[in-house]
Protein backbone atom coordinates (compact mmCIF):
# COMPACT_ATOMS: atom_id res chain seq x y z
CA UNK A 1 0.00 0.00 0.00
CA UNK A 2 1.32 3.62 -1.09
CA UNK A 3 1.11 5.82 2.30
CA UNK A 4 0.95 9.82 1.15
CA UNK A 5 0.50 10.59 4.38
CA UNK A 6 4.38 9.98 3.58
CA UNK A 7 4.67 13.40 2.83
CA UNK A 8 4.44 14.58 6.24
CA UNK A 9 5.93 11.19 7.83
CA UNK A 10 9.46 12.11 9.57
CA UNK A 11 11.34 8.91 8.77
CA UNK A 12 10.06 9.26 5.07
CA UNK A 13 11.37 12.95 4.75
CA UNK A 14 14.21 12.54 6.34
CA UNK A 15 15.09 9.13 3.93
CA UNK A 16 14.11 11.26 0.82
CA UNK A 17 16.36 14.12 1.16
CA UNK A 18 19.38 11.91 2.73
CA UNK A 19 21.37 13.02 -0.47
CA UNK A 20 20.26 15.30 -3.49
CA UNK A 21 19.41 12.56 -5.99
CA UNK A 22 15.38 12.68 -6.28
CA UNK A 23 15.61 16.51 -5.66
CA UNK A 24 17.66 16.85 -8.54
CA UNK A 25 15.66 14.33 -10.92
CA UNK A 26 12.21 16.39 -10.23
CA UNK A 27 14.14 19.67 -10.58
CA UNK A 28 15.04 18.11 -14.38
CA UNK A 29 11.42 17.28 -15.13
CA UNK A 30 10.34 21.00 -14.14
CA UNK A 31 13.26 22.34 -16.50
CA UNK A 32 12.18 20.12 -19.23
CA UNK A 33 9.04 20.61 -19.68
CA UNK A 34 7.49 23.29 -17.78
CA UNK A 35 5.33 25.78 -19.80
CA UNK A 36 6.36 28.49 -18.19
CA UNK A 37 9.97 29.29 -19.38
CA UNK A 38 10.36 31.83 -15.94
CA UNK A 39 11.15 28.65 -13.56
CA UNK A 40 9.81 28.69 -10.21
CA UNK A 41 12.94 29.54 -8.36
CA UNK A 42 13.46 32.65 -10.19
CA UNK A 43 9.43 34.16 -10.34
CA UNK A 44 10.10 34.02 -5.93
CA UNK A 45 13.56 35.35 -6.13
CA UNK A 46 12.06 38.35 -8.43
CA UNK A 47 9.57 38.76 -5.84
CA UNK A 48 11.83 39.30 -2.19
CA UNK A 49 12.50 42.40 -1.06
CA UNK A 50 16.14 42.43 0.06
CA UNK A 51 17.92 45.63 1.99
CA UNK A 52 21.27 47.06 2.03
CA UNK A 53 21.99 45.75 5.18
CA UNK A 54 19.49 43.01 6.52
CA UNK A 55 19.41 39.44 8.39
CA UNK A 56 17.87 36.37 6.13
CA UNK A 57 17.47 33.30 6.83
CA UNK A 58 16.45 30.50 4.76
CA UNK A 59 15.05 27.19 6.19
CA UNK A 60 14.58 24.09 4.14
CA UNK A 61 17.17 25.40 1.44
CA UNK A 62 17.45 22.06 -0.07
CA UNK A 63 20.08 22.68 -2.85
CA UNK A 64 20.26 26.23 -2.05
CA UNK A 65 19.10 26.51 -5.91
CA UNK A 66 17.40 30.33 -5.45
CA UNK A 67 20.68 31.34 -4.66
CA UNK A 68 22.93 31.27 -7.76
CA UNK A 69 20.54 33.99 -8.87
CA UNK A 70 21.76 36.27 -5.48
CA UNK A 71 25.34 35.41 -5.95
CA UNK A 72 25.04 36.42 -9.64
CA UNK A 73 23.23 39.86 -9.35
CA UNK A 74 26.50 42.39 -8.80
CA UNK A 75 23.58 44.88 -7.31
CA UNK A 76 22.95 41.87 -4.37
CA UNK A 77 26.47 41.58 -3.60
CA UNK A 78 27.36 45.47 -2.48
CA UNK A 79 24.67 44.82 0.03
CA UNK A 80 25.60 44.17 3.43
CA UNK A 81 23.05 41.31 3.67
CA UNK A 82 23.63 38.77 6.48
CA UNK A 83 22.60 35.70 4.39
CA UNK A 84 22.08 32.24 6.60
CA UNK A 85 21.08 28.64 4.78
CA UNK A 86 19.96 25.64 6.11
CA UNK A 87 18.03 22.59 5.99
CA UNK A 88 17.81 19.97 8.43
CA UNK A 89 19.23 16.97 6.19
CA UNK A 90 23.13 16.60 6.95
CA UNK A 91 23.48 16.38 3.08
CA UNK A 92 21.52 19.47 2.03
CA UNK A 93 23.88 21.12 4.41
CA UNK A 94 27.14 19.79 2.63
CA UNK A 95 25.94 20.06 -0.54
CA UNK A 96 24.96 23.96 0.11
CA UNK A 97 28.49 24.34 1.33
CA UNK A 98 30.69 23.18 -1.58
CA UNK A 99 28.24 24.80 -3.78
CA UNK A 100 29.00 28.42 -2.43
CA UNK A 101 32.00 27.68 -0.70
CA UNK A 102 33.76 31.11 -0.47
CA UNK A 103 31.10 32.89 -1.13
CA UNK A 104 29.64 35.38 2.16
CA UNK A 105 27.33 33.27 3.66
CA UNK A 106 26.46 31.03 6.89
CA UNK A 107 24.95 27.21 6.72
CA UNK A 108 23.91 25.59 9.03
CA UNK A 109 20.99 22.46 10.31
CA UNK A 110 18.13 23.78 11.08
CA UNK A 111 14.87 22.20 12.12
CA UNK A 112 11.91 24.46 11.67
CA UNK A 113 10.82 23.37 14.65
CA UNK A 114 13.48 24.65 17.06
CA UNK A 115 15.31 27.22 15.31
CA UNK A 116 18.37 27.84 17.16
CA UNK A 117 17.92 31.89 17.20
CA UNK A 118 16.37 34.36 19.26
CA UNK A 119 13.48 36.20 19.24
CA UNK A 120 13.21 39.23 16.41
CA UNK A 121 16.55 37.96 14.63
CA UNK A 122 15.59 37.74 10.72
CA UNK A 123 14.02 40.93 8.59
CA UNK A 124 13.32 38.14 6.18
CA UNK A 125 12.73 34.67 6.53
CA UNK A 126 12.01 32.33 2.85
CA UNK A 127 10.97 28.72 3.26
CA UNK A 128 9.83 27.13 -0.15
CA UNK A 129 8.62 24.04 -0.95
CA UNK A 130 8.88 22.61 2.48
CA UNK A 131 6.39 23.80 4.92
CA UNK A 132 4.05 20.76 3.90
CA UNK A 133 6.43 18.65 5.42
CA UNK A 134 6.03 19.41 8.84
CA UNK A 135 3.55 17.60 10.54
CA UNK A 136 3.57 20.30 13.53
CA UNK A 137 2.96 23.30 11.25
CA UNK A 138 1.50 25.37 13.78
CA UNK A 139 4.76 24.76 15.73
CA UNK A 140 7.04 25.24 12.90
CA UNK A 141 5.09 28.84 11.80
CA UNK A 142 5.51 30.02 15.25
CA UNK A 143 9.28 29.25 15.75
CA UNK A 144 9.57 31.52 12.32
CA UNK A 145 7.41 34.37 14.33
CA UNK A 146 9.25 34.48 17.11
CA UNK A 147 12.86 34.56 15.09
CA UNK A 148 11.49 37.32 12.67
CA UNK A 149 11.59 40.84 13.80
CA UNK A 150 8.21 42.13 14.34
CA UNK A 151 8.31 44.17 10.68
CA UNK A 152 10.25 41.30 9.23
CA UNK A 153 8.68 39.55 6.53
CA UNK A 154 7.92 35.34 5.91
CA UNK A 155 7.67 34.48 2.19
CA UNK A 156 6.96 30.77 1.65
CA UNK A 157 5.89 29.43 -1.59
CA UNK A 158 4.02 25.53 -1.58
CA UNK A 159 1.68 23.47 -3.55
CA UNK A 160 -1.96 23.47 -4.14
CA UNK A 161 -4.49 20.41 -4.19
CA UNK A 162 -5.47 21.05 -7.44
CA UNK A 163 -1.78 20.45 -9.37
CA UNK A 164 0.80 17.28 -9.99
CA UNK A 165 -0.45 15.28 -6.99
CA UNK A 166 -4.42 15.17 -7.66
CA UNK A 167 -3.41 14.52 -11.58
CA UNK A 168 -1.66 11.10 -10.83
CA UNK A 169 -3.72 10.31 -7.81
CA UNK A 170 -6.50 10.78 -9.91
CA UNK A 171 -4.63 8.13 -12.24
CA UNK A 172 -3.99 5.96 -9.60
CA UNK A 173 -7.65 5.70 -8.82
CA UNK A 174 -8.42 4.86 -12.67
CA UNK A 175 -5.88 1.93 -12.55
CA UNK A 176 -7.03 0.58 -9.47
CA UNK A 177 -3.58 1.18 -7.83
CA UNK A 178 -3.97 1.24 -4.32
CA UNK A 179 -2.54 3.84 -2.33
CA UNK A 180 -4.17 5.27 1.21
CA UNK A 181 -5.53 8.61 1.51
CA UNK A 182 -5.21 11.31 4.23
CA UNK A 183 -4.47 14.84 5.21
CA UNK A 184 -1.18 14.44 3.88
CA UNK A 185 -0.18 17.70 2.92
CA UNK A 186 -0.06 19.84 6.29
CA UNK A 187 0.65 22.97 4.41
CA UNK A 188 -1.04 23.98 0.75
CA UNK A 189 -2.08 27.09 -1.40
CA UNK A 190 -5.64 26.14 0.12
CA UNK A 191 -5.42 26.05 4.02
CA UNK A 192 -1.85 28.09 4.06
CA UNK A 193 -3.83 31.22 4.43
CA UNK A 194 -5.68 30.39 7.27
CA UNK A 195 -2.54 28.60 9.15
CA UNK A 196 -0.31 31.87 8.61
CA UNK A 197 -3.09 33.98 9.96
CA UNK A 198 -3.12 32.78 13.81
CA UNK A 199 0.88 33.61 13.50
CA UNK A 200 0.81 36.78 11.28
CA UNK A 201 -1.86 40.12 11.27
CA UNK A 202 -1.25 39.90 6.77
CA UNK A 203 -0.79 37.44 4.85
CA UNK A 204 -0.86 37.49 0.88
CA UNK A 205 -1.01 34.80 -1.59
CA UNK A 206 0.35 34.97 -4.74
CA UNK A 207 0.03 32.19 -7.81
CA UNK A 208 2.81 31.41 -10.32
CA UNK A 209 0.70 30.06 -13.81
CA UNK A 210 2.49 26.88 -15.12
CA UNK A 211 2.14 22.96 -16.17
CA UNK A 212 3.99 20.60 -17.60
CA UNK A 213 4.11 19.47 -21.46
CA UNK A 214 5.44 15.89 -21.69
CA UNK A 215 6.65 14.01 -24.88
CA UNK A 216 8.93 11.84 -23.00
CA UNK A 217 6.49 9.86 -20.51
CA UNK A 218 9.84 7.58 -18.92
CA UNK A 219 10.74 10.68 -17.63
CA UNK A 220 7.06 11.58 -15.67
CA UNK A 221 7.63 8.18 -14.64
CA UNK A 222 11.06 8.36 -13.08
CA UNK A 223 9.47 11.71 -11.09
CA UNK A 224 6.74 9.37 -9.42
CA UNK A 225 9.43 7.12 -8.69
CA UNK A 226 11.17 9.64 -6.80
CA UNK A 227 8.66 10.50 -5.04
CA UNK A 228 8.12 10.85 -1.03
CA UNK A 229 4.83 10.19 -1.24
CA UNK A 230 4.82 7.39 -3.26
CA UNK A 231 7.28 5.06 -1.80
CA UNK A 232 6.24 1.67 -2.13
CA UNK A 233 4.72 1.71 -5.34
CA UNK A 234 5.85 -1.47 -6.81
CA UNK A 235 8.02 -1.63 -10.14
CA UNK A 236 5.04 -3.79 -11.57
CA UNK A 237 3.37 -0.91 -12.17
CA UNK A 238 5.64 1.08 -14.36
CA UNK A 239 4.43 -0.27 -17.47
CA UNK A 240 0.71 0.21 -16.80
CA UNK A 241 1.24 3.61 -15.70
CA UNK A 242 3.66 4.53 -18.78
CA UNK A 243 1.02 3.02 -21.22
CA UNK A 244 -1.94 4.81 -19.63
CA UNK A 245 -0.08 8.36 -19.30
CA UNK A 246 1.02 7.52 -23.46
CA UNK A 247 -2.57 7.22 -23.98
CA UNK A 248 -3.59 10.67 -22.18
CA UNK A 249 -0.71 12.70 -24.86
CA UNK A 250 -2.61 15.10 -27.50
CA UNK A 251 -0.41 16.17 -30.17
CA UNK A 252 2.84 14.03 -28.99
CA UNK A 253 2.36 15.71 -25.32
CA UNK A 254 1.03 15.25 -21.70
CA UNK A 255 -0.69 18.15 -20.40
CA UNK A 256 -0.25 17.53 -16.21
CA UNK A 257 -1.52 20.69 -14.50
CA UNK A 258 0.59 22.42 -12.31
CA UNK A 259 -0.55 23.94 -9.01
CA UNK A 260 2.63 26.51 -7.36
CA UNK A 261 2.44 29.90 -5.63
CA UNK A 262 3.48 31.76 -2.49
CA UNK A 263 2.41 33.59 0.57
CA UNK A 264 3.70 36.80 2.37
CA UNK A 265 3.20 36.86 5.60
CA UNK A 266 4.10 40.06 8.20
CA UNK A 267 2.41 42.63 10.45
CA UNK A 268 3.76 45.58 9.34
C1 LIG B 1 11.18 19.85 -1.63
S1 LIG B 1 12.68 20.29 -0.83
C2 LIG B 1 12.72 22.02 -1.21
C3 LIG B 1 14.11 22.57 -1.29
C4 LIG B 1 14.22 24.05 -1.67
N1 LIG B 1 13.61 24.91 -0.67
C5 LIG B 1 13.61 24.30 -3.02
O1 LIG B 1 12.60 25.01 -3.10
O2 LIG B 1 14.17 23.81 -4.02
C6 LIG B 1 12.28 20.26 0.90
C7 LIG B 1 13.48 20.50 1.79
O3 LIG B 1 13.00 20.72 3.13
C8 LIG B 1 13.86 20.05 4.03
N2 LIG B 1 13.07 19.81 5.26
C9 LIG B 1 12.03 18.97 5.43
N3 LIG B 1 11.56 19.07 6.70
C10 LIG B 1 12.33 19.99 7.33
C11 LIG B 1 12.35 20.54 8.65
N4 LIG B 1 11.50 20.09 9.58
N5 LIG B 1 13.24 21.50 8.94
C12 LIG B 1 14.14 21.93 8.00
N6 LIG B 1 14.19 21.43 6.75
C13 LIG B 1 13.30 20.48 6.41
C14 LIG B 1 14.29 18.78 3.29
O4 LIG B 1 15.48 18.23 3.81
C15 LIG B 1 14.45 19.31 1.86
O5 LIG B 1 15.75 19.76 1.59
Not at 7 to 26: A, G
Not at 119 to 127: K, P, Q, R
Amino acid sequence: MIDIENMSNRDVIEEQYKNTDNLTLRKSLHDKYSVNKMGFQKWMFQQYPFRKKGRVLELGSGRGELWSYYFEDDTLQSYEMELTLSDFSEAMVDCIRNRFSGRNLSVKKIDILDIPFQEGTFDLIIANSMLYHVRDIDRGLSEVRRVLKRDGLFYCSTLGTNGMMQYLYHALDELGIPYSHGSHLSFTLQNGMELLKKQFGKVERRDYEDALEIDNVEDYISYIYSMASLQGLDEKYHDVLRNYFDARKVNGYLHVPKEYGMFVAGDA
